[in-house]
């Protein structure tokens, strides 16, 4: 069974940087693709970045993000990593890493393996 776990949260001025980390174990060969949503509190979780993983390089990104959040990966230690810049209170939420045995992009319904999460909190 995947294990997905996350780190690198934290409380950040409005303008600043953060990088989460998520690290895979376990059954990683059947993974093609790992991701960041993000969920605040009271509503729904949303789609942040994802990424293909081995030879494809390709990777999506939510519209509210472009331009700010660069993801990224090292295929042989089973991580990717999310770099947050330019942060904003409306970043604020619990960040999650995900995997699927599909290729694919925001569909969270294509996820099979969730992490746990880490805190992302953005003062104004």
């Known amino acids: 069974q995947v294990q997905l776990v996350e780190s690198g949260g934290g409380l950040v001025q409005a303008g600043g940087s953060l990088v989460l980390s998520c690290a895979a174990s376990?059954?990683?060969?059947?993974?093609?693709?790992m991701g960041w949503f993000r969920q605040a509190p009271g509503k729904e979780r949303d789609f942040v970045a994802s990424?293909?993983?081995?030879?494809?390089?390709?990777?999506y990104y939510a519209d509210s993000v472009k331009g700010r959040f660069t993801i990224s990966g090292d295929n042989a230690k089973n991580t990717v990593y999310l770099q947050m810049n330019n942060l904003q209170p409306e970043d604020s939420a619990i960040y999650h890493c995900?995997?699927?045995?599909?290729?694919?992009?925001?569909?969270?319904?294509?996820?099979?393996?969730w992490g746990q999460g880490t805190q992302v909190t953005v003062s104004s």
């Open positions: 995900a995997a699927s045995r599909f290729r694919t992009d925001s569909w969270l319904s294509n996820y099979h393996y």
């Open positions: 376990g059954g990683t060969s059947d993974i093609y693709t």
């Open positions: 990424r293909w993983r081995g030879n494809v390089d390709r990777t």
